[in-house]
């Protein structure tokens, strides 16, 4: 059988935008139906009149059905200098997460540089601390943290509900991963409960955008490069020849090891020290190899105190952890006994393999 007589494939469907025309589509049939039944009813009263016609009114505007277009979206990205990937998502369903994440997974799979912004209708502490958080902003939170991409939340609510029982939240944010310099900012500019959310993205940013990287080295392979690419000392004759002789040095080393480094994401959950007790570890650390070369009794006096408050700080730190770890759980999900039983589990302990002759 020839391969070119196979009929073409069917188009793929989008199951949430045709769940989504066809709520609007019913919504639609049934107001009109409500209007037309409206009016034929005849109002109930003393003096019987003959009913007449209804006759068109072009000075009353009339309510429009239809849906609202994707340019009123309350969300925008803009970028300046280099081109990079732009995905808008809708907010996932209130019932169900499932597909939440891996939607994600689907939209940033082999992108360098990519940003997702929309209504994500997912609420946690960490960019909504004044209200409550649900699971798709639990299950964005644990994604972000793990994948090692950046969550862009504005600091002004982003949806102010018209009803009074409701409470303003921040749920309009933006996904990136390879951009780590982005501001949001909410305006309220429109009469609608959403708020339009500007996105600025600076694309001069060198850092790092996962925090969770570790950068490998093979020195060896740096002096190799180094030693190839730098032939001796350069002639200088003048200010302009010092500085080109710095530039090139400059690029040389950077060059060298980028091309002798590679990085490693660590997947897994880790934990933020803050800078000030980083800063302490590296004193104390200073004053334990001081100590060791000097018996000076007033270092062993300072190191022992350093010791308290870096073991103070970081005890501080679990404790805070597990605090959030506790307000994310629910009853509804187990979540909540999956945390006990990974607390209370016991490593297990594999006895020494002996054989006739002992180990």
Same mark, same amino acid.
């Given at each position: 059988?020839?391969?070119?007589?196979?009929?073409?494939?069917?188009?793929?469907?989008?199951?949430?935008?045709? #769940?989504?025309?066809?709520?609007?589509?019913?919504?639609?049939?049934?107001?009109?139906?409500?209007?037309?039944?409206?009016?034929?009813?005849?109002? /109930?009263?003393?003096?019987?009149?003959?009913?007449?016609?209804?006759?068109?009114?072009?000075? @009353?505007?009339? =309510?429009?059905?239809?849906?609202?277009?994707?340019?009123? @979206?309350?969300?925008?990205?803009? !970028?300046?200098?280099?081109?990079?990937?732009?995905?808008?998502?809708?907010?996932?369903?209130?019932?169900?997460?499932?597909?939440?994440?891996?939607?994600?997974?689907? +939209?940033? #799979?082999?992108?360098?540089?990519? +940003?997702?912004?929309?209504?994500?209708?997912? @609420?946690?502490?960490?960019?909504?601390?004044?209200?409550?958080?649900?699971?798709?902003?639990?299950?964005?939170?644990?994604?972000?943290?793990?994948?090692? *991409?950046?969550?862009?939340?504005?600091?002004?609510?982003? #949806?102010?509900?018209?009803?009074?029982?409701?409470?303003?939240? +921040?749920?309009?944010?933006?996904?990136?991963?390879?951009?780590?310099?982005?501001?949001?900012?909410?305006?309220?500019?429109?009469?609608?409960?959403?708020?339009?959310?500007?996105?600025?993205? *600076?694309?001069?940013?060198?850092?790092?955008?996962?925090? *969770?990287?570790?950068?490998?080295?093979?020195?060896?392979?740096?002096?190799?490069?180094?030693?190839?690419?730098?032939?001796?000392?350069?002639?200088?004759?003048?200010?302009?020849?010092?500085?080109?002789?710095?530039?090139?040095?400059?690029?040389?080393?950077?060059?060298?090891?980028?091309?002798?480094?590679?990085?490693?994401?660590?997947?897994?959950?880790?934990?933020?020290? =803050?800078?000030?007790?980083?800063?302490?570890?590296?004193?104390?650390?200073?004053?334990?190899?001081?100590?060791?070369?000097? #018996?000076?009794?007033?270092?062993?006096?300072?190191?022992?105190?350093?010791?308290?408050?870096?073991?103070?700080?970081?005890?501080?730190?679990?404790?805070?952890?597990?605090?959030? /770890?506790?307000?994310?759980? *629910?009853?509804?999900?187990?979540?909540?006994?999956?945390? +006990?039983?990974? /607390?209370?589990? @016991?490593?297990?302990?594999?006895? !020494?393999?002996?054989?006739?002759?002992?180990?």
């Amino acid at each position: 059988m020839n391969p070119l007589n196979k009929p073409p494939p069917q188009p793929k469907i989008n199951y949430w935008e045709e #769940r989504t025309r066809k709520r609007k589509e019913a919504m639609e049939a049934e107001k009109l139906n409500s209007q037309a039944s409206s009016s034929t009813q005849v109002p /109930a009263g003393n003096n019987i009149s003959k009913p007449q016609p209804n006759k068109p009114q072009p000075n @009353k505007p009339k =309510p429009q059905t239809q849906p609202e277009s994707s340019s009123s @979206k309350p969300t925008q990205a803009s !970028p300046f200098s280099t081109p990079s990937d732009n995905s808008k998502i809708p907010k996932p369903p209130t019932q169900t997460t499932q597909n939440f994440i891996p939607d994600l997974i689907k +939209i940033f #799979r082999g992108k360098s540089q990519c +940003i997702v912004v929309g209504d994500f209708n997912a @609420k946690h502490k960490a960019w909504n601390p004044r209200g409550n958080g649900n699971k798709a902003g639990t299950a964005l939170h644990n994604y972000a943290r793990s994948s090692g *991409n950046i969550i862009s939340a504005p600091s002004d609510f982003t #949806r102010i509900p018209n009803q009074t029982n409701y409470n303003a939240s +921040i749920i309009d944010l933006g996904l990136s991963c390879g951009l780590n310099n982005i501001t949001a900012e909410s305006h309220y500019e429109l009469s609608s409960d959403h708020n339009p959310v500007h996105f600025v993205i *600076n694309f001069n940013s060198h850092s790092s955008h996962l925090h *969770n990287c570790k950068i490998i080295t093979n020195w060896n392979k740096y002096q190799d490069i180094l030693s190839s690419t730098i032939a001796g000392n350069p002639t200088i004759n003048n200010e302009e020849d010092i500085e080109d002789a710095i530039n090139s040095l400059n690029y040389n080393i950077h060059s060298a090891i980028n091309n002798s480094s590679k990085f490693k994401s660590m997947k897994q959950d880790f934990t933020l020290v =803050p800078y000030p007790t980083r800063i302490k570890i590296r004193e104390k650390n200073r004053l334990r190899k001081l100590w060791q070369h000097t #018996r000076y009794p007033p270092l062993k006096t300072e190191l022992n105190r350093l010791q308290r408050e870096i073991k103070r700080d970081l005890s501080y730190i679990k404790q805070r952890e597990w605090d959030d /770890a506790l307000v994310e759980c *629910n009853h509804s999900d187990n979540s909540l006994h999956k945390l +006990i039983a990974r /607390a209370n589990k @016991k490593p297990v302990t594999y006895p !020494p393999l002996l054989g006739f002759q002992g180990l």
